[in-house]
């Protein structure tokens, strides 16, 4: 076998320069960087955003002009960098396609109402020059009318980035064209909300603006004009997504510390609410009303025992649903892996209209913790064929409070207590999760593994099957073992033996002394193991010849080793186990594990250019392992 494999060296070796001899030049020149590169100064992971780049030539984002406005400028001057315009709403009158306008650090006092429009390919953009940090303070006297706004993007194709707005008489951030981006900003003090994005009027003319997106902005006390009021009274949302938009995408915000609703969508059409963090308001933190193909998912939202900010003497609802209004009705929203932790509520649905309910509902992979009042409460309504599947609901208070209704379907979810009848359904568990609950959860510190799995969770490989729900929170693809787990995050352990393997094996017939290594599965007591000269299936398991496993299992997670002989007539020898779970039931059969290692033998075919014959160079291997793993109200916006 050597002088083959000494063989099959030498002609890859052949080969591989033959093809290299016969490249054009160019394609083995060395790859040059473009002049004025930009420098990265942040870490070489995660999204580049303005902040990462020092080069305010390469920082340019369009292929346009850019002008440039500061605090020592002049709106008589040319926009330069030497000589920039003094004000922010000066420096956007003239942008069209390509055009970038940077905003030096400092201290600006004005509105800005930006009506240029970039393309698909030239997007116009509005940004603070990088390394700086401009502010907006609007003192609280700007906008004179509080239904009015700092910045509006009337046009489209625009990205506003980098701006800090602050103590604002009305609302900070406007969106009334398509396709724009406000990101990485920061927002605070605010009258009303701190990013709306819609239209003022209802939902009666068609779609208002469409594809717009929020994204990586951070927005705290806004809907101040609410602050200390307890019952009744009129709020806003922090990110407002209402009044007819469309295909609006809100992500990895982070909202904490408002006197209303943290992120809403309501009277609006296919929004996206995605990987957004939402910490001690008031009010819901995350709510959909009136907005029919809604997705809300991978977000985080609690509150602190310590949180002043209460309604009616209890924190805010972590997810809620209403329709307040009879048009549009909403349908297909979609409320997946969520983290909830001490919310009145964790998710809530109330009824403003007569017939409106949760119509083609998914509520699944959710994980509710302690929240004061209930885990979950939906009350009676005009359902239609919604699911309630893989939640968990945990806490010492009562679990859930639900209308009997038949199009309300639960089943597989795990709950601290026994839940009503209305609310079970088949596969459910009660019990607790056994989440992992470290580190701190004051503000602004939780981290989302305070709610992973421990390895003995009886959620691991608890659940259904969920084609709308293929990731976990983490974008973990699903099933990790041998089922989906309950709750937000898939387990990296499993209840079952998935990598049995036979390491080493010594001796002939009639007897051979093997090595095995497998990982201790969750909820493993003690093992089962099995020999067999034929493939071992459930149907054929009981008949095949016990292997003594002369202890009992490790920490889920732990390596296995057992030495053992085992009994060997010759040909393929096959060995399966089981675990028993502490719950006293048996596990399902792990896969087979083989010795001799059953070799499939390849021919390897390399195809070269047009100049070259094809080649049989050699014979691939592949051993196989594993045969057997085949009451509200709101103050109506009237922006300007």
């Known amino acids: 076998m050597r002088q083959y494999a000494v063989l099959l060296v030498a002609l890859i070796a052949s080969w591989a320069a033959a093809i290299a001899s016969s490249m054009p030049p160019e394609l083995t020149t060395p790859v040059r960087l473009f002049a004025n590169t930009p420098t990265i100064t942040g870490p070489l992971s995660g999204r580049l955003d303005t902040e990462t780049i020092t080069s305010p030539v390469a920082y340019q984002q369009g292929q346009g002009h850019v002008y440039y406005v500061a605090t020592n400028g002049n709106d008589n001057n040319p926009g330069t960098e030497a000589q920039p315009f003094r004000t922010i709403a000066k420096g956007a009158s003239p942008l069209g396609p390509g055009d970038t306008l940077y905003i030096r650090g400092g201290i600006y006092y004005e509105q800005v109402d930006v009506t240029a429009s970039g393309t698909a390919d030239e997007q116009v953009t509005i940004a603070a020059y990088p390394g700086e940090q401009p502010v907006i303070d609007a003192q609280n006297t700007l906008p004179v009318n509080p239904d009015g706004c700092i910045i509006v993007l009337r ?142 998912q991978r977000n985080m939202s609690y509150n602190t025992p310590d949180s002043v900010y209460l309604y009616r003497g209890g924190p805010g609802v972590g997810i809620a649903f209403c329709d307040e209004k009879p048009w549009p009705v909403s349908h297909h929203v979609s409320i997946v892996n969520n983290l909830v932790l001490r919310g009145n509520r964790g998710f809530y649905f109330f009824s403003q209209q007569a017939g409106s309910g949760l119509k083609n509902f998914l509520i699944a992979n959710n994980t509710f913790v302690d929240n004061t009042v209930l885990g979950l409460q939906i009350v009676a309504g005009g359902h239609e064929n919604s699911r309630i599947h893989n939640n968990i609901f945990a806490g010492e208070g009562a679990v859930a409070r639900v209308a009997s209704d038949p199009d309300l379907s639960f089943s597989y979810n795990l709950w601290s207590k026994v839940p009503p009848a209305s609310a079970s359904g088949a596969g459910d568990m009660i ?115 016990i292997v003594t496993v002369p202890f009992t299992a490790s920490e889920p997670g732990s390596i296995e080793w057992l030495t053992t002989p085992i009994e060997y007539t010759g040909g393929t020898l096959y060995l399966a186990l089981k675990s028993q779970k502490s719950t006293g039931d048996w596990s399902e059969l792990s896969n087979n594990a083989f010795w001799p290692h059953v070799d499939l033998y390849l021919p390897l075919i390399i195809k070269t250019t047009s100049s070259h014959r094809q080649a049989l160079i050699g014979i691939q291997r592949a051993d196989v392992h594993d045969q057997n793993c085949c009451s509200q109200s709101r103050q109506e916006p009237g922006f300007q």
């Open 155 to 296: 046009g489209n194709y625009i990205t506003l980035s980098g701006i800090e707005i602050k103590s604002v008489h009305g609302t900070a951030v406007l969106l009334r064209g398509s396709y724009n981006i406000v990101r990485n900003m920061k927002i605070h003090h605010c009258l009303k909300e701190g990013i709306y994005v819609g239209a003022a009027r209802y939902c009666s003319n068609g779609i208002s603006n469409t594809h717009n997106i929020v994204e990586n902005n951070e927005i705290w006390m806004t809907s101040l004009m609410h602050e200390g009021i307890t019952d009744g009274g009129t709020w806003s949302g922090a990110i407002s997504v209402g009044r007819c938009p469309q295909n609006t995408i809100v992500r990895r915000n982070i909202v904490h510390e408002t006197w209303g609703i943290g992120i809403t969508a309501y009277e609006a059409y296919s929004t996206t609410l995605e990987d957004n963090v939402v910490w001690n308001n008031q009010l819901e933190h995350y709510y959909v009303n009136n907005a029919p193909y809604t997705l809300v």
């Open 431 to 545: 019990g607790d999760p056994r989440l992992a609950r470290s580190g701190s959860t004051d503000p602004g510190l939780l981290d989302p593994d305070w709610f992973k799995l421990l390895p003995d969770s009886p959620a691991i490989d608890s659940g259904i099957p969920l084609i709308e729900v293929p990731d976990d929170f983490d974008g973990v693809h699903r099933p990790r073992g041998t089922g989906y787990d309950i709750g937000a995050y898939e387990s990296p352990f499993s209840v079952r033996v998935t990598d049995l393997h036979v390491v080493a094996a010594v001796g002939d017939m009639p007897s051979l002394t093997v090595t095995l290594r497998w990982t201790a599965p969750v909820m493993a007591v003690t093992y089962i193991l099995r020999s067999s000269n034929t493939l071992l299936t459930p149907a054929n398991w009981s008949n095949a010849s």
